[in-house]
């Protein structure tokens, strides 16, 4: 166990999560992570849909936007509930709703995103995996703001480790961390973006909006893969700590993903583009 910290580790940066204190209002970067990722996956999935997609009119995708907004909000929140902390909000329920405090699951919002995605394509008349393929394409916009939310937050930090980059966290004691939020920024937010970009905007028959379902699969493969390996040097929830065979609930929520991105890649290859 590190005891110390090495010359080389970094401390923390100093930001305050509250941007701005007006009375009992406060503005904080978690929030602001949440309203950037939203309108700029928005502003994008309206320019892939105008140049690539043809998906539906841009009204129709402006609706879509606060049917999200509902999807991640609650989907989130109630699988944080029922994911990592059961036990305390059976016993405190109105706690639940206590938004404000924290506690926000991804793959929550995404079952919470996916109920909102099937409703809203059967009352639009929309293909369903046209439009899961165009809001997987924005989505690692709203991860990348998020991760960094996290790491101004000072929460959701790594384990311990002697590394140059290691970073020592404020409510973290005084080993230096790995600064796992970082990792997931670049490999959930950057990476999958750029994956999911290239696939896209690929000219004619080459690109993968062309085969339905496609880049949903790639999406929940290369997050799937991304958080399973992030979840290697990040630090287990402590109400939760490590499962069986030193996996992490992460990791564990993140199976079915992979599972499913994998089918959808799979059905996605055999049909022969339009």
């Given at each position: 166990m590190i005891?110390?910290?090495?010359?080389?580790?970094?401390?923390?940066?100093?930001?305050?999560?509250?941007?701005l204190q007006l009375g009992?209002?406060?503005?904080?970067?978690?929030?602001?992570?949440?309203?950037a990722g939203l309108l700029l996956g928005w502003r994008y999935m309206l320019r892939l849909n105008s140049k690539r997609a043809?998906?539906?009119?841009?009204?129709?995708?402006d609706d879509l936007l606060t049917w999200a907004i509902v999807g991640v909000i609650l989907g989130g929140r109630l699988g944080y509930v029922l994911f990592y902390n059961l036990p305390y909000y059976s016993a405190n329920p109105l706690q639940a709703l206590a938004v404000w405090q924290g506690g926000m699951s991804f793959h929550g919002g995404l079952l919470g995103v996916t109920v909102?995605?099937?409703?809203?394509?059967?009352?639009?008349?929309?293909?369903?995996?046209?439009?899961s393929d165009l809001v997987s394409c924005a989505v690692p916009l709203g991860l990348f703001f998020g991760r960094i939310a996290n790491f101004i937050n000072g929460e959701?930090?790594?384990r311990a480790a002697d590394l140059p980059w290691a970073v020592i966290f404020p409510h973290a004691g005084p080993e230096p961390r790995?600064?796992?939020?970082?990792?997931?920024?670049?490999?959930?937010?950057?990476?999958?973006?750029?994956?999911?970009?290239?696939?896209?905007?690929?000219?004619?028959?080459?690109?993968?909006?062309q085969r339905p379902g496609l880049l949903?699969?790639?999406?929940?493969?290369?997050?799937?893969?991304?958080?399973?390996?992030?979840?290697?040097?990040?630090?287990?929830d402590v109400q939760?700590?490590?499962?069986?065979?030193?996996?992490?609930?992460?990791?564990?929520?993140?199976?079915?993903?992979?599972?499913?991105?994998?089918?959808?890649?799979?059905?996605a290859r055999r049909r022969p583009p339009p």
């Open positions: 005891t110390s910290a090495p010359l080389a580790s970094l401390a923390f940066p100093q930001i305050d999560p509250i941007l009992p209002f406060a503005i904080r970067w978690y929030a602001l992570a949440y309203i043809y998906l539906t009119t841009s009204d129709v995708i909102a995605m099937i409703w809203f394509a059967r009352r639009r008349k929309l293909e369903l995996l046209h439009l959701l930090f790594g790995h600064p796992s939020q970082l990792y997931e920024a670049a490999m959930e937010g950057i990476v999958l973006f750029i994956l999911l970009a290239w696939l896209a905007w690929r000219q004619g028959k080459q690109s993968a909006l949903t699969g790639v999406f929940l493969c290369g997050y799937a893969l991304a958080r399973a390996l992030v979840e290697l040097v990040r630090q287990p939760i700590g490590l499962l069986p065979f030193g996996t992490t609930m992460g990791q564990l929520l993140s199976l079915p993903m992979l599972l499913g991105g994998l089918y959808l890649i799979w059905q």
